[in-house]
């Protein structure tokens, strides 16, 4: 299969107010195949969002890059001018943010906002050419009556109906990768199948990296699994390989937290601690502090990335051969 998206070594810091720079993304590699779904977990503040606007160059203005690339079919998105950016972002590559209200511009109406998104790309096209795609965008992503919806406010529509004006806005130019943040982040749990299940329709049109902390929706929609930590990919492979057999000890803890209808346990597993802020990484294997496992090298060592089967990769000093 043809790599459509890939880090390779790619690391970024932020500088504080003092003009420190600490390191927060480090030597991340991993890539996206045309056609799959990638999912990238992990718990709150691990690095997947800064990764994911990464992609888009979207990050804040006090953020360093530290070393390394992201290439689109082959180019590097790090060396593109910001005008050559505008003309990647929403037609070659789009993205669903996690909270659509703040994404949305109150003011203006949901038709004009997705509107726009054609207006740039393909100036040529008339305001009825625009009208009618937009409508029909709409109807695509489960709006009902999207002829009168495409004139109403964002604050006319429930959370569920917002997201999915954003994944018509992300969508609307055919894409060849949407990069999903959370996507189902404050939805009730039917909303949230309506949205995953839209998510999977999709997946057949493109390839999709979906930013997740909830592994069973991972297991429903992607092929590929990467696991960051502390803004470190600590696991990665195919989806049967890390559910079936996960490695690292942080894999495993997440594994584990999941809640089971068969789970005899009076409480549910949590990995004990939190994720360090980016000041407080260790220097070694930055999630040593809640490992059980930790041994001598582990706080003071990076470990290595060691490949345990074809395409699983894990980055620990434990050794797993014969597991």
């Known amino acids: 299969m043809t790599k459509l998206l890939e880090f390779k070594d ?3 810091g932020f500088k504080d107010d003092n003009g420190n720079i600490y390191n927060l993304l480090d030597k991340i590699t991993f890539h996206i195949e045309e056609g799959k779904a990638l999912g990238v977990v992990g718990e709150s503040g691990c690095g997947k969002s800064m990764t994911s606007l990464s992609v888009m160059r979207l990050l804040p203005s006090n953020m360093v890059l530290q070393g390394g690339q992201i290439l689109y079919k082959g180019e590097d998105l790090l060396k593109k001018s910001e005008s050559d950016m505008q003309k990647v972002r929403g037609k070659d590559i789009s993205m669903v943010f996690q909270e659509p209200m703040t994404s949305l511009n109150p003011v203006l109406t949901v038709g004009f906002q997705i509107g726009e998104v054609l207006k740039k790309h393909f100036p040529d096209m008339s305001k009825e050419q625009i ?7 709409l109807d695509m992503v489960g709006i009902p009556s999207p002829e009168k919806r495409v004139n109403q406010y964002p604050h006319e529509f429930s959370g569920g109906m917002r997201q999915r004006v954003m994944i018509a806005m992300a969508v609307i130019c055919q894409p ?5 943040d959370e996507p189902t982040t ?10 995953l299940d839209l998510m999977v329709k999709l997946k057949d049109k493109g390839s999709l990296m979906l930013i997740t902390h909830n592994l069973g929706i991972v297991s429903e929609i992607c092929d ?16 049967e390989e890390i559910f079936d057999n996960p490695c690292h000890p942080y894999t495993k803890g997440l594994m584990e937290a999941i809640p089971s209808l068969t789970n005899k346990k009076e409480e549910l597993y949590s990995i004990p601690g939190t994720v360090p802020i980016a000041k407080n990484f260790a220097s070694g294997c930055r999630f040593a502090d809640r490992c ?6 582990c706080k003071d060592s990076v470990p290595p990335m060691k490949e345990i089967s074809p395409n699983h990769y894990v980055q620990c000093w434990l050794d797993f051969e014969g597991r």
Do not use: F
């Open 10 to 12: 790619y690391s970024m």
């Open 131 to 137: 009208r009618k795609k937009v409508i029909e965008q």
């Open 176 to 180: 060849n990768l949407l990069i999903a």
């Open 186 to 195: 404050a939805l009730d749990v039917t909303i949230q199948a309506q949205v």
């Open 224 to 239: 590929e699994v990467v696991v960051m930590y502390a803004g470190r990919v600590v696991e990665k492979g195919s989806m």
């Open 292 to 297: 059980s496992l930790c041994m001598g090298d």
